[in-house]
Structures are given as C-alpha cells and as structure tokens.
C-alpha cells in the first residue's frame, strides 16, 4: 500500500465528517421540524449529499474517497485494491464513523454512543438496501470508465436520489449503518436490524460489480 499512513487516515477523517454530517444533520433537521419528517428528511438529505461531494473532492485523490466498506467491498473483487488493504480500510473506516457519530452528540449534547431504537426492518427496506447500494457503485465504477471527473457529483447525486426512492432511505454502507445503530436520532437504525442491512448491502455491491464487469469489458 503506497503512503498506507495518509491513505488510512484519509478513510477515517472523511469517514468521520461524513457520519458528523448524516447524524449532525439528522439532529438539526428534527429539532427544527420536529411535526414535518418530510421536511426533516430534506434537510437530511441535502447535507449528506453536499458533504459527500466536498469529502470526495478533498480525500479521492488521497486514498480514492471510500468511505464505505461496500466500495472497499467492490474494489476487492475487481482487484484495484489487496484483502490486505481492504481489511485496513474497512476498520479505519468503521473506526471512523463511530467517531463521527461521537463528534455530531457531543456538539448537539446527546450521549456519546447509544444504542437507537428505530426499527428499521422487512424485506421491502432490505431490498431498499441492496437497491441504493447497487447504484452507488454503478455510478462510482461507471463514472470511472467514462467520466472519472464526475465521481464526486454522481456519489452526491446517487445517495440524494436514493434517500426519497429506496424504502430505507439509502444507507448503502455498512459503516454507516453500526454506526447509525449507535444514535437515537433521527437517522437511527435498532442495532438487531442492522446485520440484514449489512448483508443486502455487500449483495448490492457484488450485483455490481458483476453486471458491470460485463458491461465494461472490452470485446
């Protein structure tokens, strides 16, 4: 791993302000529309979105701006990344979004970690999953074919659309997800219901990867 130290440490930082963002926003977002989830889920949505683009534009050229196990995940099978290397991202970057998760209660006064109590489960919500985590890697794999400037907006874009079209409100990273189970806000999730996000997750990812291995394999 070239400069494993600055990419590692790229995967935490931009990790952590991602979960500052999607939790930070959640609490935001409920405190002021507390009687209006639609309008909670807006503002949800269009920090976490505009975080992301900022977050890709800053680390992608550091470490390629995962952030997201699923992306670590996608990477792997294609072989652009080492199961060594994999394995060193997927713990900075849970590492990383419990610490920002941390960080968002500790500057809106809540616990430092603790379990939520939002439910969030059913076949409908876990094809939700596998659906928003589907289209985040085909946009990042073919963005990376065709328009490799594009990534950082078409991830914004990717997760703005899939927080009002999945079921679930797109969560489509298994960091993400613990450290969602780990805050009784708004963007919650019961840590029981979290394994089967996971799962249909890392099953969106390999969707992906596969169709477009085929889809972009020279002939």
């Not at 440490?9 to 302000?17: K, L, M, Q, R």
């Not at 976490?48 to 534009?57: E, K, P, Q, R, Y």
């Not at 890697?137 to 990534?151: N, S």
Request: hydrophobic share 55%.
């Amino acid at each position: 791993m070239k400069d494993p130290a600055r990419r590692l440490v790229a995967e935490f930082v931009g990790t952590a302000f991602l979960l500052a963002t999607v939790v930070g926003s959640g609490i935001m977002a409920e405190t002021l529309s507390p009687d209006n989830v639609g309008v909670a889920l807006a503002g949800n949505t269009l920090a976490t979105a505009a975080m992301l683009v900022v977050l890709i534009l800053i680390y992608g050229p550091v470490s390629g701006a995962h952030f997201n196990p699923a992306v670590t995940l996608a990477f792997t099978l294609r072989r652009d990344i080492t199961v060594g290397e994999a394995a060193a991202y997927v713990v900075v970057q849970v590492a990383g979004a419990l610490a920002g998760t941390m960080l968002a209660h500790v500057m809106f006064d809540q616990p430092l970690l603790v379990a939520s109590q939002q439910a969030r489960t059913g076949v409908g919500q876990w094809t939700g999953e596998l659906v928003a985590t589907f289209s985040l890697v085909a946009a990042i794999l073919g963005c990376l074919k065709w328009r490799p400037d594009a990534v950082p907006w078409a991830v914004g874009l990717a997760i703005a659309g899939g927080y009002w079209y999945t079921s679930s409100t797109s969560f489509a990273n298994p960091a993400v997800t613990i450290a969602r189970s780990l805050t009784d806000t708004f963007s919650g999730i019961l840590p029981a219901h979290a394994p089967a996000f996971i799962a249909a997750q890392c099953a969106g990812a390999i969707a992906a990867v596969l169709l477009f291995g085929w889809l972009l394999r020279r002939t």
